[in-house]
């Protein structure tokens, strides 16, 4: 049945008895292939249905489908001809995890953080309108993205709409891990069997707006829908901001699916289908454990294990392990999530403490702003959240955090290139946005006892602290170099003369291999641990001007504002005569691929930072000659 879906729309061409064949296909081929590259498997098998049902009911591209964050729309790549994409899914120069504008006209819109589909559909709706068109959008939104503040201010925004626009509300009850908060409880309200079975067969969906009414029942709800509806109609908490609620519906049911999204056409204004699907369905593993097949590498398709065993601990795990230890000691201290308790190494100090473990929902802003309520009343608040993510609470962090200098410690995790997710997700920005920021002191650690010092040292400070550290395996080599943390210290590993590399956290690694290169082709070359990125080392950086020609600095993060030019402009203030030469990634959006792969075609590489430092470091000695 794949074999006959070419292109968008081909799925038309299907017997309504063949879609049963075609979704065990999809759910076939998914599990293969992610075996295979890795990927967001559990959201994808919970969609297939809904997916189909929205491929049958509207054409694409003219009718937009937006996809919240993205990672769920595997068979919607599949129905739009990217089935061979599947080969280098995630991969360097392959095919993106998430919808991409470039890569098909039938992805509306990109994505990859959550929360900003009903958003952008309300944008594409108004744009319609202005421009007299006419196509419908479909925003797919799930229960764990409904979490997020900006999905509220979009539906309270869309509510006076008086033209189509609906909203797909897929859930399943769960975020990456179990879903939390009142929406969700609401939600959970409106599954139950009673309403469920009981309007299902009668009134199944609320069709207060629906033009074309027939069943008698619905005309006496309509009649008497302000007395009796609170008891009798689900949804009243959209219903009553104005939007048209239809649900529950059974999201692997694809012709209730269809006639369902078919009333929701016809909707004049905003409309919300309340899908309930599965999370992992049809594979067992993944229907058992949603949360451990959310997003997973490689795995055999037989247990459901990783193809390869995680070996060491990862910098993560010496987070979750060191905060566990501290909040031993002090009891004072708390911890927060967006909703990521396992990727941000919490999921111990959820057992140990749950009194002092807060998962706010995928809600960076408020759970920034809530850290500072925290800090403000007397407590030690560690709010650890992924480098992208944090994005999302700028002002949060100046308004609410550093103007009141108030001991919030960030624990900035997948801080660099995280490699397969591609540009969404990489967390490279985050040493100019926090080294912009007055107050705030930015630190990132060098190997695994470096961040269980620094997270120790941020818990002692007075006022905020950002710690940041990479995904994947802790560096466990150079113990040796662990000389306490001092504030704005950074610390001198291989004192020489005339090139002096200066790196920060993660880049160490990649230093050493740098400097190993230089000094092979017969340079000499200091190599020092910044440590603080905020602030800057001045005093070290005065002693290297005065014995020192050129200064590398070595970051993962972009060059515009970061640790580089801070040391550029530092340099450049005093008059030295040193060159500085700042080693980072370009003003521009790194895709996916493997982070060697993306260090190299950034000229992030030992080789590449070997051989600029050698090119400069000539240039200025022949220079000086003439
Ligand atoms: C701003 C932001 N924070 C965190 C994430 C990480 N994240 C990706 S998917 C997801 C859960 C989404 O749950 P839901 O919307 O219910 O979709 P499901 O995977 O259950 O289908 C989270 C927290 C993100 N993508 N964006």
């Given at each position: 049945?794949?074999e ?27 599990i ?13 098998l ?12 509207f ?35 392959g ?46 939104i799930?229960?764990?993205?409904m ?5 509220y ?71 008497t ?7 009798m109609?689900?949804g ?88 566990c ?24 100090f ?32 560690v ?60 630190m ?10 620094m ?12 710690v ?56 000499a ?5 910044a ?25 993962e993060?972009?060059q ?9 402009e ?20 790194v ?14 590489d ?11 470091y ?9």
């Open positions: 049945m794949l006959r879906i070419q292109k968008e729309n081909d799925i038309k061409e299907l017997n309504p008895e063949e879609l049963g064949q075609l979704s065990d296909e999809i759910r076939q081929f998914l293969e292939k992610i075996s295979k590259s890795g990927g967001h498997l559990a959201s994808n919970g969609v297939v249905e809904l997916t189909m049902a929205m491929h049958l009911v054409q694409l591209p003219e009718d937009k489908i937006i996809w919240d964050v993205g990672h769920q729309s595997y068979t919607h790549k599949l129905l739009t001809g990217r089935k061979d994409g599947f080969d280098g899914l995630r991969k360097y120069g095919m993106s995890g998430f919808p991409k504008r470039k890569e098909s006209a039938c992805d509306a819109f990109d994505t990859g953080h959550s929360s900003t589909s009903i958003s952008a559909g309300l944008g594409y709706v108004q744009a319609r309108d202005l421009k007299g068109e006419d196509y419908s959008v479909v925003s797919v799930g229960d764990g993205s979490t997020g503040g900006m999905a201010e979009a539906l309270n925004n869309a509510s006076a709409l008086e033209t189509n626009f609906i909203i797909v509300l897929n859930d399943n009850n769960m975020s990456i891990s179990e879903n939390v908060g009142g929406m969700s409880k609401y939600l959970a309200g409106l599954r139950t069997a009673d309403i469920y079975t009981g309007l299902k067969k009668g009134v199944t969906y609320a069709l207060h707006r629906v033009p074309v009414v027939g069943d008698s029942l619905i005309e006496q709800i309509r009649k829908k302000s007395s009796i509806k609170q008891l109609v689900p009243m908490f959209f219903e009553d901001m104005g939007i048209t609620y239809f649900g529950p519906i059974p999201g692997h049911n694809i012709a209730v699916l269809c006639r369902a999204l078919r009333e929701a056409r016809k909707v004049e204004g905003p409309v919300l289908l309340h899908v309930i699907t599965e999370k992992g369905k049809g594979y067992e593993p993944a229907e058992k454990r949603p949360d451990k097949f959310h997003g997973i590498g490689p795995f055999r398709i037989e247990t459901g294990e990783p193809e390869t065993p995680k070996k060491k601990d990862t910098y993560t795990d010496v987070f979750g392990k060191v905060l230890d501290e909040a031993k000691k002090h009891p004072k201290v708390v911890a927060i999530t967006a909703a990521m308790a396992d990727g941000t190494g919490l999921g111990k959820r057992q140990l403490y749950p009194g002092r473990f807060f998962d706010v929902g995928i809600a960076e802003a408020h759970g920034v702003t809530f850290a500072a309520g925290l800090a403000a009343g007397g407590i030690r608040p709010f650890a959240v992924y480098s992208s993510f944090l994005q999302r609470a700028y002002d949060q962090l100046i308004h609410d955090v550093a103007l009141q200098n108030l001991p919030v410690v960030l624990a900035v995790d997948r801080a660099g290139l995280v490699g397969s997710d591609g540009e969404t997700h990489q967390g490279i920005f985050d040493l100019s946005y926090l080294s912009s920021i007055p107050n705030m002191t930015v990132s650690p060098k190997h695994k006892w470096e961040l269980a010092d997270l120790r040292f941020a818990l002692e400070c007075r006022g905020p602290v950002a940041r550290y990479p995904r994947g395996e802790a560096f466990d080599r150079y113990e040796e170099f662990r000389a306490p943390v001092e504030y704005g210290k950074s610390e001198m590993l291989y004192q020489e003369s005339k090139i002096a590399v200066l790196c920060v956290g993660h880049m160490f690694e990649t230093a050493l291999e740098v400097r190993r290169l230089l000094k092979e082709q017969g340079y070359c200091t190599l020092v641990n440590r603080f990125v905020k602030p800057i080392d001045e005093e070290m950086i005065d002693g290297l001007c005065r014995t020192h020609r050129l200064i590398a600095t070595i970051e993060n972009v515009t504002g970061g640790y580089g030019e801070h040391v550029m530092y340099v450049c203030k005093k008059r030295y005569p040193a060159e500085v030469l700042p080693l980072a990634l370009p003003d521009d959006y895709e996916h691929g493997s982070i060697l792969a993306l260090r190299k075609e950034t000229g992030l030992a080789a590449s930072m070997a051989e600029k430092i050698r090119g400069l000539c240039h200025i000695v022949s220079e000086r000659l003439l």
